[in-house]
């Protein structure tokens, strides 16, 4: 009897620790991994950001690769002019070539909310369809909301925003507010 309760709690234990492991969210991954380079916030949200981080020495498609074998995303781009897109739960990852040093890829880990928030329509442009970006931010007519909301000052990625990015400083209408408002007879 004692030998049959060592071996249940055994395989609880090593249940409960694999559980544990698929749990691990993608900026964990990646920052267990990578190097920090730098944080750019939101324009709008201090609490939303989008980190920086390098791989030395390292192709897109190698870094994609190591990401994607950690954790596989809910939706993913092709490599396409020295750029990659990958869409997680609460994260937008994008690899891009290093302008600075082309032997290493800049591994930029957005929140959502940053993501909805501060991009460019346009930086999603052959990569990630409007329609996806719609269920996932969870807006309808997002990339047009957004252009409106923009003019010319979203963010590019770090690349072309990096670390002095000041995007509109006007709150975005995207978030719920948990008020309802309108008045009697609006619907409610």
Do not use: H
């Amino acid at each position: 009897m004692r030998r049959q309760l060592i071996g249940v709690s055994f395989m609880v234990g090593i249940f409960l620790l694999l559980v544990g492991c698929g749990s691990t969210s993608i900026l964990e991954i990646i920052s267990d991994e990578y190097p920090l380079e730098d944080v750019v916030e939101s324009s709008t949200n201090s609490e939303d950001t989008a980190r920086v981080f390098v791989a030395k020495d390292k192709s897109i498609s190698k870094v994609s690769s190591f990401i994607k074998d950690k954790k596989e995303p809910t939706n993913k781009s092709e490599i396409k002019d020295n750029k990659q897109i990958l869409i997680y739960e609460d994260y937008f990852v994008t690899l891009t070539k290093d302008e600075n040093d082309p032997d290493n890829t800049l591994i930029e880990v957005a929140s959502d909310g940053f993501a909805r928030d501060n991009y460019r329509p346009s930086f999603f442009s052959g990569f990630i369809a409007y329609y996806i970006l719609d269920e996932v931010f969870d807006v309808d007519d997002w990339g047009k909301r957004q252009s409106q909301r923009c003019a010319g000052k979203c963010y590019r990625g770090y690349n072309q925003s990096g670390g002095t990015y000041k995007g509109p400083t006007t709150p975005s209408s995207f978030r719920g507010s948990g008020n309802r408002g309108g008045g009697p007879g609006s619907g409610k």
